[in-house]
């Protein structure tokens, strides 16, 4: 019923930026706390950042001050600006969206496929 969907994902080098792009689509009554999470090889996946619908936010120690998380309840679309980006940000970014398909469900979340960003040094 809920699609997420990323893109922006690409090559960069250290210090520079990158936008990150989630769209979540399909059928569902609300779409709730969206955020991002990354995974490089060999290790667990992580908080990026998490946003509320009132436009809380939370982040990762690590991303924290170079990061910025936003969001487009019109379009059901979540962003992740981030600036100075070193090589310990290369990773699998992936999108997370907390739905509820009916009034009368429970929220669900869903996820993305990921999109590769690599920091080069």
């Known amino acids: 019923q809920v699609q997420v969907v990323e893109s922006g994902g690409g090559l960069v080098q250290a210090g520079g930026s990158l936008r990150l792009s989630c769209a979540a689509s399909?059928?569902?009554?609300?779409?709730?706390?969206m955020g991002w999470y990354r995974q490089a090889p060999g290790k667990q996946r992580e908080l990026v950042a998490t946003?509320?619908?009132?436009?809380?936010?939370n982040y990762g120690d690590s991303v924290k001050g170079r990061f910025t998380i936003s969001r487009d309840n019109v379009k059901n679309t979540v962003y992740l600006q981030m600036n100075s980006l070193k090589p310990e940000d290369t990773a699998v970014y992936y999108c997370?969206?907390?739905?509820?398909?009916?009034?009368?469900?429970?929220?669900?979340?869903?996820w993305g496929q990921g999109t590769q960003v690599t920091v080069s040094s």
């Open positions: 997370n969206a907390q739905a509820r398909i009916t009034l009368y469900s429970a929220s669900v979340l869903y």
């Open positions: 946003i509320t619908n009132g436009g809380s936010t």
């Open positions: 399909g059928r569902f009554f609300s779409l709730n706390v």
